[in-house]
């Protein structure tokens, strides 16, 4: 129980560090734009740091999810354990979106840019490569939703031995601290702090299970 306990407080620190790594990409950034050019210009060293503490996230969240794997296989036997093959499509989606969206993207651009070739055609090449992405981008959000899909249908049903009333003060808990942050925001100016907010959300995959092992000790 203690290894499985481990692994989802791994999950949740991969959580949030990969929250941290948002930070690197987007602080100063205006993320509600739409604007893609607005994610490129992110200083070089700040990538570089993104994508090394997103390497250690990565290994936090594949943690996190083979607790949750391990939960789910004790709480609603050998058949039902197949579907964690969704949320596991969901932490490679992850991966992906960061490294290739969050981190690649804006390093393409910069060398592109030093490489003589005008923004409008390094623009309009991301652009139509993201088109191609969406479905996949879509897929992986879809998979995350069912990985809460799961830890309703655990805490609801009582298979993971917590009360029906936790899965409010977890979400609440990140209700307000989303509201804090946008008050931040608001008081500061500082833009994209609103960025990390989306991985921190991840940490809900992984709070049921640590709970669920904890009290089982």
């Not at 949740?12 to 509600?32: M, Q």
């Not at 490569?129 to 996949?136: E, G, I, M, V, W």
């Not at 509201?179 to 921190?200: D, P, Q, W, Y």
Request: proline letters at 2%; hydrophobic letters at 50%.
């Amino acid at each position: 129980m203690d290894k499985n306990k481990n692994l989802a407080l791994y999950g949740i620190i991969g959580a949030v560090l990969y929250a941290i790594a948002d930070l690197f990409l987007y602080v100063g950034v205006e993320i509600e734009s739409g604007n893609l050019v607005s994610y490129c210009h992110v200083k070089e060293w700040r990538l570089m740091a993104s994508m090394w503490i997103s390497v250690f996230g990565s290994l936090g969240l594949l943690c996190g999810f083979i607790s949750l794997y391990q939960l789910v296989k004790k709480s609603f036997g050998e058949k039902l354990k197949f579907i964690m093959i969704l949320p596991f499509l969901a932490c490679g989606g992850i991966l992906y979106c960061h490294f290739v969206l969050g981190v690649y993207n804006p390093l393409t651009y910069q060398s592109g840019i030093k490489a003589g070739i005008s923004e409008n055609q390094i623009v309009q090449t991301l652009e139509s490569a993201s088109l191609y992405l969406n479905p996949l981008t879509m897929a992986i959000v879809l998979c995350g939703y069912i990985t809460e899909l799961i830890v309703f249908a655990g805490v609801l049903s009582g298979k993971f031995g917590l009360k029906k009333r936790f899965l409010l003060f977890m979400y609440l808990g990140y209700a307000i601290f989303y509201a804090f942050v946008i008050l931040l925001v608001k008081l500061t100016g500082i833009t994209g702090l609103r960025g990390g907010l989306e991985s921190l959300f991840e940490t809900t995959f992984f709070l049921p299970a640590f709970f669920a092992w904890k009290k089982e000790q």
